[in-house]
């Protein structure tokens, strides 16, 4: 199945960063802030890019690229963010991503896009078992059950997903578009920014031979 419409894409930049002291959105990787990285490899496959932060982070250097919302629920973290994004989208479902990815796939983006169908949500199942869920598809049929979560307190995604239509992508559908599973690198720490300017680099070094 392909969908006619291309998706909305949603990047959630309202998290503290407490561990990397600063905006994760900006840092720069081989060059660009990832956000640039992230919006640069969303741009074609998305009728919309939604930028959701809180009220305190609406400063997000997107340029005209995407339309920054705030929180509806603030301080309910990524499940919050997963629910502002979809209540602004234009389409159907939506591809959520987290603003510290630096490395996304457009094959593996548009496989996930392709499972859709029929599903309220598509998230990737690594190989330790774990589910990723800022990585993933979600239809605004999650909308009714992500509001009465947050209205209730309960904030945790995998609670939400275990109450949804899912479908999970296995590790064997993927890793041939995403050997290194690279889709999934985030960025918490300092350490793990200059591993991803490490990767760049050895990726642009691949591009350039």
Not at 3 to 16: D, E, F, H, R
Not at 55 to 63: H, N, S
Not at 73 to 80: D, I
Not at 93 to 118: H, K, R, T
Request: charged share 20%; glycine share 6%; with cysteine.
């Amino acid at each position: 199945m392909t969908i006619a419409i291309k998706p909305t894409s949603v990047i959630l930049c309202g998290g503290k960063a407490l561990r990397f002291g600063r905006s994760k959105a900006i840092a720069s990787v081989g060059g660009f802030t990832v956000i640039q990285r992230i919006i640069r490899v969303l741009e074609p496959l998305s009728s919309q890019i939604i930028a959701v932060t809180s009220a305190e982070k609406t400063d997000i250097p997107v340029a005209d690229k995407a339309r920054v919302v705030t929180d509806v629920y603030p301080e309910r973290g990524p499940l919050g963010g997963i629910y502002t994004g979809l209540l602004h989208a234009q389409s159907d479902f939506a591809l959520v991503v987290g603003c510290d990815m630096p490395f996304l796939n457009a094959e593996m983006i548009s496989l996930m896009l392709d499972l859709v169908d029929g599903f309220d949500v598509v998230a990737p199942r690594l190989g330790n078992g774990y589910i990723e869920p800022l990585h993933a598809v979600y239809a605004k049929t999650c909308l009714i059950k992500m509001r009465s979560q947050l209205e209730s307190g309960q904030l945790s995604i995998w609670s939400a997903l275990r109450e949804l239509h899912a479908r999970y992508m296995e590790t064997e559908e993927y890793l041939p578009l995403d050997p290194s599973m690279l889709s999934f690198f985030n960025i918490n720490t300092l350490k793990d920014l200059e591993r991803a300017n490490q990767i760049a680099a050895q990726l642009d070094a691949a591009h350039s031979e």
